[in-house]
């Protein structure tokens, strides 16, 4: 089966640091996601992508928070000044429609964000 | 806002015994709803997916209900085996005024089959 693979799988970093979480897709997908899962808490959703531009975002992605596609494969989430609270388990997943009328969501493994 | 509730909040069961899982949520106005498994430090494996429609959807040993008028949905697992012990997440979707299916989880359920 397709998977969607996420890059590293752990990152440690400094507080105020420039972190960038990368994911590749399934190659045919067109909607990408990006969801966080702080420790013991839910999953939250955090943004949606499709033709290279954000189509919905929650109160989380702030303005620290940026995403990107840089070059047709990668799928990347960039936090720019990291906080403690950053601190969570990342996915990324992918789609092929819109919905899930007809085929599921993938998920990747995750990122296991560590803010020091 | 759709809230999502998962009990219990964990469960050991002895291996071979069915057990169900439960999940309930707040607005009905639901596109469909998931059930997914998270293996510690992994990602969320989609198991069974129930369109608002339908009643109910089995995938070999599991199969999920889904009673949208009152918010609940369930996962009955058949003669557990250790293998199944995971956590186990309900997720509901909705459509966004931009037409983006956005899933809402609930915390899990952590399963624990005893051998």
């Known amino acids: 089966e397709p998977e969607v693979t996420q890059t590293p799988s752990h990152q440690v970093t400094q507080m105020g640091q420039e972190v960038i979480l990368r994911c590749v897709p399934i190659?045919?997908?067109?909607?990408f996601y990006w969801y966080r899962q702080i420790l013991g808490q839910k999953v939250e959703f955090l943004v949606s992508?499709?033709?290279?531009?954000?189509?919905?975002k929650s109160e989380i992605f702030d303005d620290q928070f940026s995403v990107e596609r840089p070059d047709g494969s990668n799928f990347t989430l960039k936090i720019r000044s990291t906080k403690l609270e950053d601190s969570a388990m990342y996915f990324c997943?992918?789609?092929?429609?819109?919905?899930?009328?007809?085929?599921?969501?993938?998920f990747g493994s995750g990122t296991q964000l560590s803010v020091l | 806002k759709q809230e999502v509730t998962q009990i219990p909040a964990a469960l050991s069961v002895p291996e071979g015994e069915n057990l169900v899982l439960n999940c309930s949520f707040t607005?009905?106005?639901?596109?469909?709803l998931q059930w997914f498994r998270q293996d510690p430090g992994k990602g969320l494996t989609s198991l069974l997916l129930?369109?608002?429609?339908?009643r109910e959807q089995t995938s070999g040993r599991l199969n999920a209900s889904l009673d949208k008028s009152s918010g609940r949905s369930t996962l009955y697992i058949a003669a557990s085996q250790p293998g199944d012990s995971a956590t186990y997440l309900c997720?509901?979707?909705?459509?966004?005024?931009?037409?983006?299916?956005?899933?809402?989880f609930g915390t899990g359920t952590r399963l624990t089959i005893i051998p």
């Open positions: 992508f499709y033709n290279n531009e954000i189509s919905e």
């Open positions: 997720a509901v979707s909705s459509i966004s005024n931009f037409g983006n299916e956005k899933l809402t």
């Open positions: 190659s045919n997908h067109l909607y």
């Open positions: 997943a992918s789609s092929r429609t819109p919905t899930t009328a007809n085929e599921k969501l993938f």
């Open positions: 607005d009905s106005a639901i596109y469909n």
């Open positions: 129930i369109q608002s429609s339908q």
